[in-house]
């Protein structure tokens, strides 16, 4: 267990329609970072925040956006689904920022788009 | 454009043999060779890491040979056991914290 929580684990919803995926970072991470795992595009980057600030974009869609609360927990919200959403989302957290931080991921959430 | 490659795609391995997983990048700011491994169902966890100030690192059976001039690196599992099989990703960051990640390799070991 990595101390990196995310729910729901798995989620099932219909084109057109908006949700919201959680994750709670370790104990004392600062940082937050979202992955998207798909089959065909392997495991993917999205976007990083560090102490409520975003740091660093990857390959995030405009339909989707995230956020890091005071209590450090993180949000991503993704809308307008597609079919082509359909994927395993991580959350990953480390401590600090720098560039030799390990990042701990979590389970995952599972995002089916009917 | 894919900057780290990774092969082979699906590898299988007897019980005891020796897992050999191969991965190449092109970016020379890359300073942070991280090897992910993954089961079903779960989150990717470390595994083992380089920088590449050294051309070899091991811990245990698993062991990241890394050559500077070729920009590729390997993960090398000996001994391999039942338990090992999952997927494997090897991923490298530098220049931001982003890492990037290979597509994987399912490794199945055979008993």
């Known amino acids: 267990d990595s101390g990196v929580t995310q729910t729901p684990k798995h989620l099932i919803t219909a084109t057109g329609q908006r949700v919201t995926l959680r994750c709670s970072p370790r104990?004392?991470?600062?940082?937050v970072y979202w992955y998207q795992q798909s089959l065909d595009q392997g495991l993917q980057f999205l976007i990083q925040y560090y102490n409520g600030e975003e740091r660093a974009k990857g390959n995030i869609l405009e339909r989707f956006s995230a956020q890091q609360f005071p209590d450090l927990h993180s949000e991503l919200n993704l809308s307008s689904l597609e079919l082509g959403d359909s994927a395993l989302y991580f959350c990953?957290?480390?401590?600090?920022?720098?560039?030799?931080?390990?990042?701990?991921f979590g389970p995952g959430t599972r995002l089916t788009v009917l | 454009q894919q900057q780290v490659k990774q092969s082979p795609q699906s590898l299988i391995v007897q019980k005891g043999g020796i897992s050999i997983i191969n991965c190449a990048y092109e970016?020379?700011?890359?300073?942070?060779f991280p090897w992910y491994q993954q089961f079903p169902g779960k989150g990717p966890a470390l595994l083992i890491a380089i920088r590449p100030d050294v051309s070899e690192k091991k811990e245990g059976r698993f062991t990241i040979s890394f050559n500077k001039s070729a920009k590729q690196f390997s993960l090398h599992i000996m001994d391999s056991q039942p338990g090992d099989s999952a997927t494997y990703f090897c991923a490298a960051r530098g220049g931001s914290e982003k890492l990037v990640f290979g597509k994987g390799t399912k490794l199945t070991v055979n008993p």
């Open positions: 990953a957290s480390s401590v600090g920022s720098g560039r030799g931080d390990e990042q701990f």
């Open positions: 970016n020379t700011a890359f300073d942070y």
């Open positions: 104990s004392g991470d600062l940082s």
